[in-house]
């Protein structure tokens, strides 16, 4: 059996919300400077009494989630012939903020970015506001523009954190830059004492994009020497492993987190059982089955019993196969498990059983092996002495380019006077 490749690690990267107390804050003299290296000079602020007024209430409201009673406020203050700059900036970040809650994506970005330029707001709201709309532009995937705000504020402010750096690396991954994601991901998670999952998500996909799968093994194992028994990265790990085609060590992996009662779940049981069918290994594949069964681990439905019963044949166990079979064909919606029964059903030499399995798999349809089905059908009616009906069968199966040749042999045998000889399994 081929094991398909499974899917790359998800992407979850989860960019940083809007925090109404920083964006809406206006200056105290006590706040303290989050920007001590700004190129940027505090400006004066100030605002009438009304402008004052209407914009802390709005901003009171929209900070209880109250936009529709906070917009005629902030409109009333921009509309006003004399309001101030200041004013203006302030009520222009409120507007951001009630537009992106309404989800008007355009003219969000539009008033966010109208309050930046104003150039009139404090410097901790002022370059709050211009990180803020590059993670705003990131997520409208507006990425070349994140890159301009993100350059900007850095240049400005003189800042570099570990999330500024996470949010750079997010934005090359989009912009399909893996290799500088990488790079500046691995640059987030060495600065930060706490790395955001989402950042090593961010990288392991990265590492995936450019088939670095030794790197991406090396970045989990780094992970797993803290964590070992962090199944999450375990399952990484062993995904990882997958994907290099190195099946023996993410059999390895996966095999010792079953030891120590870590993998719980059907699909991690049934990855492990197809890890070990794909390397050959077809008696450890089926006694993973059944240690899931057993344990009520694994619900054996029409997928766990038919995968049971191709491992138990490949192991030569003969009686766990048939079993299986039966229980998959009773699951069934097509005719493969019936067309497997009958199949381990002849070479077990049991041929009326065959022959109710096989033409049951003829009837239910969508077989993969329809040639070989009529094959095996025409044997058994040969070896039951019904030629007639040997025949019948073989001139079906030479309808199939997989199967005419051996159709075309068993019936000029048979027309020859030749008696059909029992062929041995194939393995």
Not at 8 to 29: E, G, H, T, W, Y
Not at 262 to 281: F, G, M, P, R
Not at 282 to 304: H, N, Q, R, W
Request: proline share 3%; with cysteine.
């Amino acid at each position: 059996m081929n094991l398909p490749k499974l899917a790359r690690i998800a992407l979850c990267a989860a960019l940083l919300v809007f925090s109404s107390s920083a964006v809406l804050a206006k200056k105290s003299d006590k706040a303290e400077n989050e920007y001590p290296n700004a190129t940027r000079s505090e400006p004066k602020t100030s605002m009438s009494a009304s402008e004052s007024r209407d914009l802390s209430k709005a901003a009171d409201l929209v900070n209880d989630g109250e936009n529709d009673k906070a917009l005629p406020l902030i409109e009333k203050v921009l509309a006003g012939r004399k309001v101030g700059t200041y004013a203006q900036a302030f009520a222009q970040q409120l507007l951001g903020r009630v537009y992106w809650d309404q989800e008007q994506e355009e003219p969000a970005l539009a008033a966010t970015s109208k309050a930046i330029e104003l150039d009139a707001l404090p410097n901790n709201a002022h370059f709050g506001l211009m990180y803020q709309l590059a993670q705003m532009q990131v997520q409208t995937e507006k990425y070349a523009d994140a890159l301009k705000t993100l350059d900007r504020f850095k240049s400005e402010t003189g800042v570099e954190n570990p999330d500024q750096i996470a949010l750079l690396g997010n934005i090359y991954y989009r912009l399909e830059k893996y290799q500088e994601a990488a790079d500046t991901m691995k640059r987030a998670i060495a600065a930060s004492s706490e790395p955001k999952e989402s950042w090593n998500q961010i990288l392991m996909a990265s590492l995936f994009e450019l088939d670095q799968y030794g790197e991406a093994a090396k970045v989990i194992q780094g992970q797993l020497a803290k964590t070992p028994d962090d199944i999450k990265l375990i399952k990484q790990l062993a995904t990882v492993y997958i994907n290099d085609d190195k099946y023996p060590q993410a059999i390895e992996v996966l095999s010792k987190a079953k030891e120590k009662g870590l993998i719980t779940s059907q699909e991690d049981y049934v990855q492990l059982a197809k890890l070990y069918a794909n390397a050959e290994k077809p008696k450890e594949s089926a006694a993973t089955l059944k240690e899931g069964i057993a344990s009520g681990k694994v619900t054996a439905d029409y997928e766990v019993n038919k995968l049971l019963g191709d491992v138990c044949g490949q192991a030569e166990d003969e009686a766990c196969a048939i079993d299986a079979y039966q229980k998959a064909s009773a699951q069934s919606t097509d005719g493969n498990a019936d067309y497997q029964l009958g199949y381990m059903l002849f070479y077990a030499d049991r041929g009326a059983e065959a022959k109710v399995a096989l033409e049951r798999a003829i009837k239910k349809g969508g077989l993969r092996q329809e040639g070989e089905a009529y094959v095996i059908l025409g044997d058994v009616e040969s070896y039951s002495d019904n030629e007639a009906a040997a025949l019948a069968a073989w001139q079906k199966a030479q309808a199939f380019p997989s199967t005419k040749a051996m159709a075309d042999q068993r019936i000029k045998a048979i027309r020859s006077g030749v008696k059909l000889k029992r062929s041995s399994k194939s393995k």
